[in-house]
């Protein structure tokens, strides 16, 4: 056989189990599939379900958003037009109160009833002034202090103040702890601090309104330092009244120029409607509210000859008859000093607490105040004497008793040496003395007497010349 017969003859034999290995050698490996699709796809579903259960938020956010950006563009215009516009609004609205007469009621025993229950005008005519009876007040004659009859001895003024600090000055007197401590113990004769105590000491008045005012035998009194508060004529008095009471209001030369631009100048009688303007000058103390306590608690100094006196607040508008208001809140009630118990609060604890959070004075003066009368061991009882511990000083009706122009002189003397906040100082001296011909009238008689206003504008620092 022929060699290409030979090649022709062969056969080749292939195995099942080749075909098997054949076919899995050239087998295609299949393509995987990229994860990030499948992420995608899974976080945009995430994103649809909260979507869905979160839309009323995701409408809300960019609400905000807007307002906040409206917000803060008003804000730069707060300054100047919109803060203009919105004092005029609330000064606005304030001066709604002015010159309402109607009466202020209360409900007492399912009865609704007048807050203040004054004699009509026909009686008001008539009526006669009692004779003074002065209660069995141990002090029967007050006798003040001056750089001619006393002299600084040096001593500490507080437990941690010293000489630097005090706000004690040629006007009020350098009282030491010794003195303060002696003037609270009320002899037949009390030798006091009580302002005026040198003739360099400040708070200057012309000689023609210490000439009037020494002819005032009641008075009814504001003042308004740094121009701070407009002056509103008082309202609802008799003719008697008219011709038997002094209107004073105490101004600054600032508060004197701010009111000019107003349109109320001072007549050359002194005068602006009812009220005798009485313009001081060289104010004793760099804190206006402390120069305010002077006409508020020292009537009796700057109106020697007067026998009963009310103040009121500059930010309010007196709107009853005076007469008619001694007569109901001391005659009636056989008391020589009347004043309004505090509205929020009745101990004086709570209201130095009160006066920090409020920022009305520094916690390290009100702390070191309170340790005072916590040495001295004043108690934290919210009534005294089956009333409020705790008065409301914006009206102060009064008889100028020993008693009274006592309490009103070491009242003035613990404003000046701790914090202005005559409320904290009030319950204080009252324990003291332990007077007891107080009337502590409800906050509803306070509305009655007079119309609030409310502080009109910012009161402006006291500048002090130097020659």
Same mark, same amino acid.
Request: hydrophobic share 35%; proline share 4%.
């Given at each position: 056989?022929?060699?290409?017969?030979?090649?022709?003859?062969?056969?080749?034999?292939?195995?099942?189990?080749?075909?098997?290995?054949?076919?899995?050698?050239?087998?295609?490996?299949?393509?995987? /599939?990229?994860?990030?699709?499948?992420?995608?796809?899974?976080?945009?579903?995430?994103?649809?379900?909260?979507?869905?259960?979160?839309?009323?938020?995701?409408?809300?956010?960019?609400?905000?958003?807007?307002?906040?950006?409206?917000?803060? +563009?008003?804000?730069?215009?707060?300054?100047?037009?919109?803060? !203009?516009?919105?004092?005029?609004?609330?000064?606005?609205?304030?001066?709604?109160?002015?010159?309402?007469?109607?009466?202020?009621?209360?409900?007492? &025993?399912?009865?609704?009833?007048?807050?203040?229950?004054?004699?009509?005008?026909?009686?008001?005519?008539?009526?006669?002034?009692?004779?003074?009876?002065?209660?069995?007040?141990?002090?029967?004659?007050?006798?003040?202090?001056?750089?001619?009859?006393?002299? &600084?001895?040096?001593?500490?003024?507080?437990?941690?103040?010293?000489?630097?600090?005090?706000?004690?000055?040629?006007?009020?007197?350098?009282?030491?702890?010794?003195?303060?401590?002696?003037?609270?113990? %009320?002899?037949?004769?009390?030798?006091?601090?009580?302002?005026?105590?040198?003739?360099?000491?400040?708070?200057?008045?012309?000689?023609?309104?210490?000439?009037?005012?020494?002819?005032?035998?009641?008075?009814?009194?504001?003042?308004?330092?740094?121009?701070?508060?407009?002056?509103?004529?008082?309202?609802?008095?008799?003719?008697?009244?008219?011709?038997?009471?002094?209107?004073?209001?105490?101004?600054?030369?600032?508060?004197?120029?701010?009111?000019? /631009?107003?349109?109320?100048?001072?007549?050359?009688?002194?005068?602006?409607?009812?009220?005798?303007?009485?313009?001081?000058?060289?104010?004793?103390?760099?804190?206006?509210?402390?120069?305010?306590?002077?006409?508020?608690?020292?009537?009796?100094?700057?109106?020697?000859?007067? +026998?009963?006196?009310?103040?009121?607040?500059?930010?309010?508008?007196?709107?009853? !008859?005076?007469?008619?208001?001694?007569?109901?809140?001391?005659?009636?009630?056989?008391?020589?000093?009347?004043?309004?118990?505090?509205? %929020?609060?009745?101990?004086?604890?709570?209201?130095?607490?009160?006066?920090?959070?409020? &920022? /009305?004075?520094?916690?390290?003066?009100?702390?070191?105040?309170?340790?005072?009368?916590?040495?001295?061991?004043?108690?934290?009882?919210?009534?005294?004497?089956?009333?409020?511990?705790?008065?409301?000083?914006?009206?102060?009706?009064?008889?100028?008793?020993?008693?009274?122009? $006592?309490?009103?002189? $070491?009242?003035?003397?613990?404003?000046?040496?701790?914090?202005?906040?005559?409320?904290?100082?009030?319950?204080?001296?009252?324990?003291? $003395?332990?007077?007891?011909?107080?009337?502590?009238?409800?906050?509803?008689?306070?509305?009655?007497?007079?119309?609030?206003?409310? &502080?009109?504008?910012?009161?402006?620092?006291?500048?002090?010349?130097?020659?």
């Amino acid at each position: 056989m022929s060699s290409s017969s030979m090649l022709n003859t062969i056969s080749i034999s292939v195995s099942d189990d080749d075909e098997v290995t054949g076919r899995m050698r050239v087998r295609v490996r299949p393509k995987r /599939k990229k994860p990030g699709l499948r992420g995608r796809r899974e976080l945009l579903r995430w994103a649809v379900r909260i979507a869905m259960r979160w839309w009323p938020v995701l409408l809300f956010l960019p609400a905000v958003a807007l307002l906040l950006l409206e917000s803060s +563009r008003l804000g730069r215009k707060l300054p100047d037009e919109v803060g !203009d516009n919105l004092a005029a609004s609330a000064k606005l609205e304030s001066l709604k109160n002015l010159n309402r007469l109607d009466p202020t009621t209360r409900v007492v &025993h399912g009865v609704r009833e007048h807050c203040l229950k004054i004699l009509s005008p026909e009686k008001l005519e008539n009526l006669e002034f009692p004779v003074s009876a002065e209660s069995n007040f141990p002090a029967k004659r007050v006798l003040y202090r001056s750089d001619s009859s006393d002299q &600084h001895s040096g001593e500490q003024y507080t437990i941690t103040q010293n000489e630097e600090a005090t706000r004690f000055n040629l006007f009020t007197g350098y009282q030491t702890l010794h003195e303060r401590e002696e003037s609270f113990k %009320a002899n037949e004769t009390a030798v006091v601090h009580c302002g005026f105590y040198s003739e360099n000491g400040g708070f200057k008045i012309s000689d023609d309104d210490r000439s009037f005012m020494r002819t005032c035998k009641v008075v009814v009194s504001t003042c308004a330092f740094g121009g701070g508060d407009d002056l509103y004529q008082p309202i609802g008095m008799t003719e008697a009244s008219l011709e038997k009471v002094c209107y004073v209001a105490f101004w600054d030369e600032i508060t004197q120029s701010t009111q000019e /631009k107003e349109g109320k100048v001072i007549g050359e009688d002194h005068m602006i409607d009812k009220w005798h303007v009485v313009v001081v000058k060289d104010l004793p103390f760099s804190d206006q509210r402390l120069n305010g306590k002077i006409p508020k608690m020292l009537s009796h100094r700057l109106f020697p000859e007067a +026998r009963f006196s009310i103040w009121v607040d500059s930010k309010s508008q007196f709107r009853r !008859d005076p007469i008619g208001v001694i007569e109901a809140l001391l005659w009636r009630t056989n008391s020589v000093l009347a004043i309004s118990e505090h509205g %929020a609060r009745s101990s004086l604890y709570d209201e130095g607490k009160a006066v920090v959070k409020k &920022h /009305k004075a520094t916690p390290e003066e009100v702390e070191m105040q309170l340790n005072q009368y916590r040495m001295d061991a004043i108690p934290d009882d919210k009534r005294f004497n089956g009333k409020k511990a705790l008065a409301e000083a914006s009206v102060i009706v009064r008889e100028h008793t020993a008693s009274t122009n $006592l309490f009103m002189c $070491l009242w003035f003397n613990e404003v000046v040496r701790f914090t202005s906040r005559d409320q904290l100082s009030f319950p204080y001296v009252l324990r003291r $003395l332990n007077m007891t011909r107080v009337n502590m009238f409800p906050v509803c008689t306070r509305k009655d007497l007079v119309n609030s206003i409310g &502080h009109q504008r910012k009161v402006k620092p006291l500048v002090r010349l130097t020659s």
